[in-house]
């Protein structure tokens, strides 16, 4: 049976699988990551899968539609996010029409809003909510069995589907305890995106990059964060190392060229021993490849040198504020001490580090945002991203603005600007959201524009040629928005928000 996996073509660079979706500034492209691993799972299981990116590929919508045609699926997945939800609506329907197959839209917005999309979506047939690989293979399995559709999605647990004119919702489906039998990404890359995975491009890591997961969930609750709480959840559940490893070895010896691999979990670190037991493993099978993680700031000095001895070459975290009330408000579970003296153990340990600032959470004021850049500025992370709070059903972050009636839409094309730029829908009578938009801009500014920190990027240009082609390229991106006063209609980029 054959199984069509599409991420719509939307605006061109649109980054959907990443925790904001939207064009980035810096035209940070993800690879569609979620997608992959169900499509992977299902070619497993004997399923004839074609997986297309729309943004990854540059494709036209009616592309995307006349492959589908083409291809001639039995069963037919759109990815969603909450930007594009009326764009994946329509790309889920056009491709109904042209091949009669069952249609499922997957992903955070489908978990999060699943009967208010079906309602909106009468051409659909079901959809799924929070980690779906398993709920499609299910149905697959069941299409492929000879069940009609109009019975098809019955007892499959974690999907709402139609039944005439009703909406029948499934019971959840308990998260997977084993991981160990998701395919590599790496492995699904190769066979659907390998003509076009030079285009994929995160501002933080060297390009080429191939991004994969070892790891899903995260037992931190960071209210704003927006996987764990719409498809991984809470529960840590983690991929054999040696497994990771296997694939660290396979992307060497496949992708020419690659010059660091993304590890996209919520947070590597929350097993330190198993990152240890990881950082042993790639030394003792010469893994070559340089690699970039997601952190909190909490990782012990003797982790951080071990991993740096591995090939670590950059942690990504989410410092946010250097308020401890508004850590606290956003349930971050960190204390403001922690934070720097993780900076200085990373510095010791010669490990890179990207913060992110997020500014406008519950308790924020116009002084707390003057102390957060300030403590941006004292802790000198490598590279940093100010940015507004932005908010996505599913989080309890969207529950806290929409009861404080602070959402300025709920039209959830107004997520972006008309260019696909991210937007905050946030509005704060003793903050407005335009204040928050210039606070990121200036401090983007006044952090990135500091004589040490040029001279610091200089000199690192100068003495690294693989840090030198990174920061140029970003900088090729960026310079616009950073050096522009009044950085226009968009805000500043958040490319990570944990």
């Known amino acids: 049976m054959r199984v069509y996996c599409l991420n719509a073509p939307f605006h061109r660079n649109y980054s959907s699988h990443q925790r904001s979706p939207a064009v980035t500034k810096s035209r940070t492209l993800y690879y569609p990551i979620w997608l992959a691993y169900a499509a992977g799972l299902l070619e497993a299981e004997g399923f004839d899968v074609r997986l297309v990116d729309g943004p990854g590929e540059d494709i036209t919508f009616e592309e995307a539609v006349r492959r589908g045609r083409e291809f001639g699926p039995q069963l037919v997945l759109v990815s969603t996010s909450t930007p594009s939800i009326d764009n994946d609506i329509k790309a889920a329907q056009a491709l109904k029409e042209a091949t009669g197959a069952y249609t499922v839209l997957v992903g955070t917005h489908m978990s999060a809003e699943h009967q208010g999309v079906l309602a909106r979506a009468p051409e659909v047939d079901a959809g799924t909510r929070q980690e ?126 690659v010059r660091e691999v993304f590890i996209e979990d919520d947070t590597l670190t929350v097993d330190k021993k198993r990152c240890r037991r990881l950082a042993e493993e790639m030394i003792r099978r010469r893994v070559k490849v340089r690699w970039t993680a997601n952190a909190r700031c909490d990782v012990d000095y003797e982790t951080l040198r071990l991993m740096r001895a591995a090939g670590l070459r950059l942690l990504c975290v989410g410092v946010e504020s250097a308020d401890q009330e508004i850590l606290d408000n956003v349930e971050k579970k960190i204390e403001v001490g922690q934070i720097g003296r993780f900076f200085d153990d990373a510095k010791k340990a010669d490990v890179m580090v990207h913060g992110c600032f997020m500014v406008g959470n519950q308790g924020e004021t116009r002084d707390s945002l003057e102390r957060t850049l300030a403590f941006a500025k004292r802790l000198n992370p490598d590279t940093a991203q100010f940015f507004p709070l932005m908010v996505y059903p599913g989080t309890r972050a969207y529950e806290w603005a929409d009861k404080a009636g602070m959402l300025e839409t709920r039209d959830w094309s107004r997520w972006l600007t008309p260019e696909g730029l991210h937007r905050s829908v946030v509005v704060r009578p003793d903050l407005p959201s335009e204040d928050l938009r210039r606070f990121c801009d200036r401090a983007r500014r006044e952090y990135y524009l500091r004589p040490n920190y040029i001279a610091r990027k200089a000199r690192q240009v100068a003495t690294d040629p693989y840090e030198a082609g990174r920061t140029i390229k970003s900088l090729a991106t960026f310079a616009r928005f950073l050096l522009h006063r009044d950085g226009g209609a968009t805000i500043a980029e958040p490319g990570r928000q944990a």
């Open 132 to 257: 779906y690989d398993w709920t499609v293979l299910e149905l697959a399995q069941a299409l492929e069995g000879g069940r009609p559709h109009a019975e098809a999605g019955r007892g499959i647990l974690g999907l709402t589907w139609r039944q005439g004119d009703a909406l029948v919702v499934e019971p959840d489906r308990p998260f997977q305890a084993d991981i160990s039998s998701l395919p590599h990404a790496a492995r699904v890359y190769e066979r659907h995106l390998f003509g076009h995975w030079t285009r994929y491009f995160y501002a933080i890591t060297r390009h080429p990059v191939v991004t994969i997961i070892t790891g899903r969930g995260c037992p931190y609750r960071c209210n704003y964060c927006l996987f764990p709480q719409t498809l991984t959840g809470h529960n840590y559940r983690r991929r054999p190392v040696e497994a990771v490893v296997d694939e660290f070895k396979f992307i060497e010896r496949h992708f020419p060229g």
